[in-house]
């Protein structure tokens, strides 16, 4: 998170962006010595003021340039570049404490004066989450310490500091004319420019001066980048790959057996966004009893058999399980009660229900069909428009449209809730405001840990009391290794950290 990010947002467009080939490169050979893997999308650029992102393009990224900070494989964030890290009494100071040991690949210092120049790259460039840096300013009171100054706290930062925004590229290649498809950075691998053919195949060599050598298990490191499932199974089966994305679920019983072994997480959810809930393009949204019916309409085991092959968890809360704020019994909240839904609409004053304008798209024509047919079940008839190559997000941002199928990523708190739920989150086109909603956003913002996490608990139920939305289910992402790969599947990333490799003789 679109991106935001290159995943769930995405996934209207995914069909038609993704680009690449078959790999031709062999993952066999010495333990240790190749790791290849699968990728379902290649980066745009290795600027970080350009195209830095995580998500799927995550390991481009990863190999070449260190973040500040770094995720365990269990998703909680530890030192890397930045040692140490502590907040000012009202949290809108971080200083950060960095390694002296580090130089980037063209033997230049990486020192707080590089990560400053950096940090600013990404926050004035382009990059999808260059607005996560917005209002904060950086410097560097001395040669390892480097303080982040914004104008209220920001929960999200020290998270964003171990993904994209954390990325630290080399300021001697800033001005390089080769700057996008020639990274500079300190990371545990060099992009072999020579042997790589952009948007196709990727090749590394691991870096000699690397800081951390333990952490780099094989000697070199190849991507390929598939334009279909059909080619990411080819490759399994001709052994031509040691770990690979599944990008679609139905292939999993194949993949299985050739002999391979499954990680899964769920990060993105599926299902409809009621935007217009002050009802100024469809009144009836404004009603809460006409959106909680609305949830009520939706067999969501159905749909996730019929839409993902079972694989995935039903739920009614955007909130993911990682969350302080999931709560299992939300996610029983609405059952599926086509009786209880129509008396809902009568009560509301639709007794004969309404017709509620959306998007579809051809690319997810059964998700759209099995969506029309169950609102049709409790009245109310789905007048479908097919924005066109491309119009899809920016239609419904613009927004013309009062509700709509969607993808997206349930990100960690303060992410969601700027991603989705505050007046000003993009994924809030109405910029719907609820005086609760905004009292309970500013507990989480200023409030001590405890009280933070309370009101993002307090938050979620009463979205889901409310129908702010009504999800169907959580996405099962998939990555498959071979026999002879150990790997740990960050739970918080659409692809695994390439630390998470490692040969298992």
């Known amino acids: 998170m679109f991106r935001w990010k290159a995943t769930a947002a995405l996934a209207v467009a995914a069909a038609l962006t993704l680009t690449g080939c078959a790999a ?127 104008a209220a706290p920001d929960p999200s930062l020290v998270n964003l500091l171990s993904v994209a925004p954390g990325l630290v590229e080399a300021p001697s290649s800033f001005d390089n004319p080769d700057v996008s498809t020639n990274p500079v950075g300190s990371g545990p691998y060099i992009l072999d420019t020579a042997s790589t053919v952009t948007g196709t195949t990727y090749v590394y060599t691991a870096n000699p001066q690397y800081w951390n050598k333990d952490a780099v298990k094989y000697d070199k490191l190849t991507i390929n980048v598939f334009d279909d499932t059909t080619a990411t199974l080819n490759a399994i089966k001709a052994g031509e790959l040691n770990g690979a994305k599944i990008a679609d679920n139905n292939t999993i019983s194949e993949v299985e057996g050739a002999g391979w072994t499954i990680e899964s997480n769920e990060l993105d959810f599926q299902g409809l966004l009621l935007l217009d809930r002050a009802g100024t ?9 006409v959106r909680q019916a609305i949830n009520m309409a939706f067999d969501r085991e159905a749909l996730l058999q019929s839409l993902q092959t079972g694989y995935g968890t039903v739920t009614e809360q955007v909130f993911p399980r990682t969350s302080v704020a999931y ?59 097919d924005p066109g190559t491309g119009n899809f997000i920016s239609d419904m941002l613009a927004p013309k449209y ?61 979205i889901v009391d409310q129908a702010w939305f009504a999800p169907f289910f959580r996405v099962q992402g998939t990555f498959a290794t071979d026999p002879n790969t150990n790997l740990e599947f960050w739970p918080t990333n659409a692809y695994p950290s390439i630390f998470g490799f490692s040969p298992k003789n």
């Open 24 to 150: 031709n490169d062999t993952g066999g050979g010495e333990a240790g010595a190749q790791l290849t893997l699968g990728a379902i999308i290649a980066p745009t650029s290795y600027d970080i003021g350009a195209g830095a992102e995580y998500g799927n393009r995550s390991p481009f990224f990863q190999a070449v340039f260190d973040t500040l900070l770094q995720k365990n494989s269990q998703g909680e964030i530890e030192p890397w570049l930045a040692t140490a890290w502590e907040y000012n009494a009202d949290n809108t100071v971080l200083t950060l404490t960095l390694r002296d040991d580090v130089s980037f690949t063209d033997g230049t210092k990486l020192d707080a004066a590089a990560v400053v120049a950096s940090l600013e790259r990404f926050r004035d460039g382009t990059s999808p989450q260059a607005a996560t840096l917005t209002g904060k300013e950086f410097a560097a009171p001395d040669a390892t310490t480097v303080t982040i100054t914004q």
């Open 327 to 385: 709560d299992e019994k939300l996610d029983s909240t609405y059952g599926y009660d086509p009786a209880a839904a129509k008396k809902l609409l009568a009560e509301a004053g639709y007794p004969n229900g309404f017709t509620l304008n959306m998007m579809s798209t051809p690319a997810f024509q059964q998700t759209f069909d099995l969506v029309a047919q169950q609102l049709a079940d409790i009245g109310i008839t789905v007048n479908y428009t």
């Open 281 to 289: 393009m469809a009144p009836e949204l404004a009603d809460v009893r």
């Open 402 to 462: 009062p509700a709509t199928w969607m993808a997206l990523e349930q990100n960690p708190d303060w992410q969601l809730i700027n991603f989705m739920i505050a007046p000003t989150a993009t994924f809030n086109p109405f910029t719907y405001e609820d005086p609760k909603v905004d009292t309970l956003i500013s507990t989480i913002q200023t409030g001590s840990q405890s009280e933070s996490d309370a009101a993002v608990k307090e938050l979620n139920k009463y």
